[in-house]
């Protein structure tokens, strides 16, 4: 499926400057980041607020890619890259499917555990009951209670605009390429 706007003018210097920055953020372009960049700016400023989440909170990198990926398990999308990404973090052909149906995986620590409740929770938009909000704060600061909130918003965001306009899924050289660099990425756990 091709997207439902137009391939982007990569000679537009904002364009092109907005590339330069995702790259050196990313290591590519993804067709998402790509499609927003008919909104340069605006592209900036979430690429900038997806780095500083994804990369830069207190989150151990485990934590950012289940609130990631119970946010997105049902936008294609965001699933090819994402899903890949918590897989390579080892989580099990049965802790996948768990987080695809939308149900905490077996296995995970009390704390991954309350996180992936209370995304799950806060994923829905219907309200975070207080019994999953308090074994949530039992584990996590307030700095990392906004992180994850802002986390799981950025990726509701990032799922309503992929559904409208149905950015194409890169094919398996540039998944391939972008799981490397989640590897290598500067500050990348070692």
């Given amino acids: ?32 980041l790509a499609t927003m960049c008919h909104a340069p700016e605006l592209q900036k400023a979430h690429s ?5 989440l994804r ?10 890619e289940l609130a990631v990926c119970l946010t997105v398990r049902d936008v294609p999308y ?6 890949q990404l918590l897989h390579a973090l080892g989580f099990t052909d049965a802790q ?7 149900r905490v995986p077996d296995g995970l620590s009390e704390a991954d555990q309350a996180l992936c ?18 074994r949530f704060r ?11 909130g802002m986390l799981v918003s950025n990726y509701l965001a990032a799922g309503a605009f992929i559904i409208a306009f149905q950015p194409e899924i ?15 990425r500067p500050g990348a756990a070692a």
């Fill in 117 to 134: 409740a209370f995304c799950l929770a806060y994923a829905a938009c219907k309200g975070v009951p207080d019994a999953v909000l308090a």
């Fill in 96 to 102: 996948m499917a768990a987080v695809k149906s939308g």
């Fill in 1 to 32: 499926m091709s997207s439902r706007l137009s391939k982007v003018d990569e000679s537009d210097p904002r364009v092109a400057e907005a590339f330069r920055r995702t790259r050196e953020s990313r290591g590519f372009v993804s067709n998402l």
């Fill in 48 to 52: 900038a607020q997806g780095h500083i």
């Fill in 138 to 148: 039992k584990h996590f600061s307030d700095k990392q209670a906004v992180e994850v």
């Fill in 55 to 64: 990369f830069e909170s207190d989150l151990t990198e485990l934590q950012r």
């Fill in 78 to 83: 965001g699933w090819a890259h994402h899903g």
């Fill in 170 to 184: 890169e094919g398996p050289e540039i998944l391939a390429r972008e799981l490397e660099w989640q590897k290598i």
